[in-house]
């Protein structure tokens, strides 16, 4: 069975909501990807050497990494001589799998987040405008709708309107925000909140932090401080430190989270605005040459929007066209 009978088997047969999101959110990623694609095949009526250069060509295009379009278009080389595979069509089916296979590679994290804790410490990081407020307040709801008692932080100090930004998302999620005066030290406001989210018997408490970087050294600095504090309050949290990072910037994108990465433990990533580029192969860049895992996408603006990612559903919005065309 080829895997894009195994895809719309799974997927189109019993559809569930959370596929349909990853669909329709990858539309614009999916119609410029697929194009080209579907231009390459009917080009070419045999598979040769110049064939994968003009794949390899649309992959990058995609900002799926230079690095790991490489290794793909080595892995579907062997793949088709493997199956001595001649038609060009037949191509499509293996290069949905190598790229669920490249992204599961060294799988050896959760890709889910941990929250198997008394009390769950989740630091978010990231540049101002990625959307990192905001995916602080789509995850209180969805843990509060759980039935979880979630807690925020406004570490975020020094942005004008962060504090009132998350205050507002508080509002509408039902959630106790923990607040200074801006300006204040963050880790302060930490300290606060780890005590506050003790006495509440709180489930999730979601820190927010600033994402200024002028000076990154000083910010790096700043993101250690909280932590340390945090640590010393509770040990062995913050038990998640989630990387936001906005799928519109590409690969720039890819620039931030290896200074994070360098910077603090991070233990995954968010992706928001999926839905907003058509270069949605950074998911699988981020993973392949930083070994990160994707823990969260953004298909849209809706408070149910944020999903958590899955490789198959993934190469189901970018393929969703050829899969459910499969005979």
């Not at 204040?184 to 300290?191: F, L, N």
Request: proline share 2%.
């Amino acid at each position: 069975m080829s895997f894009f009978k195994k895809l719309k088997e799974k997927f189109t047969s019993a559809p569930d909501q959370s596929s349909d999101k990853f669909k329709d959110g990858m539309a614009k990623t999916r119609t410029s990807f697929s194009e080209k694609v579907n231009g390459l095949l009917a080009r070419y009526r045999k598979v040769d050497e110049d064939f994968f250069e003009e794949l390899e060509e649309i992959l990058i295009t995609a900002d799926v990494g230079f690095n790991t379009v490489m290794t793909l278009i080595d892995e579907l080389k062997m793949e088709v001589k493997r199956r001595n595979i001649q038609d060009p069509k037949e191509v499509q089916s293996v290069i949905s799998e190598k790229l669920v296979d490249i992204y599961r590679n060294n799988e050896d994290q959760d890709p889910s987040i941990d929250l198997n804790h008394d009390l769950t410490v989740i630091l978010f990081v990231g540049v101002n405008g990625v959307g990192k407020t905001t995916t602080i307040g789509k995850l209180a709801h969805k843990y509060k709708s759980q039935g979880k008692n979630v807690m925020l932080a406004a570490g975020d100090t020094f942005r004008a309107g962060a504090i009132e930004q998350l205050e507002v998302w508080g509002e509408r999620t039902g959630v106790t925000v923990v607040k200074q005066a801006e300006g204040s030290d963050p880790a302060a406001v930490m300290y606060d909140a780890v005590q506050a989210a003790r006495s509440r018997k709180v489930d999730v408490l979601l820190c927010d932090t600033a994402g200024r970087l002028q000076n990154k050294v000083n910010l790096m600095k700043e993101l250690e401080k909280v932590k340390k504090v945090i640590e010393r309050e509770i040990p062995g949290a913050p038990h998640e430190v989630i990387l936001v990072l906005d799928a519109t910037t590409g690969q720039n994108a890819l620039v931030q989270a290896k200074m994070f990465k360098e910077a603090t433990d991070v233990t995954g990533i968010v992706l928001t605005k999926l839905d907003g580029t058509a270069k949605g192969g950074i998911v699988l860049a981020i993973k392949n040459e930083l070994n990160i895992p994707v823990k969260f996408v953004g298909l849209g603006e809706k408070m149910d929007d944020l999903q958590e990612f899955d490789a198959e559903k993934y190469v189901y919005g970018l393929f969703a066209d050829m899969v459910e065309n499969e005979q």
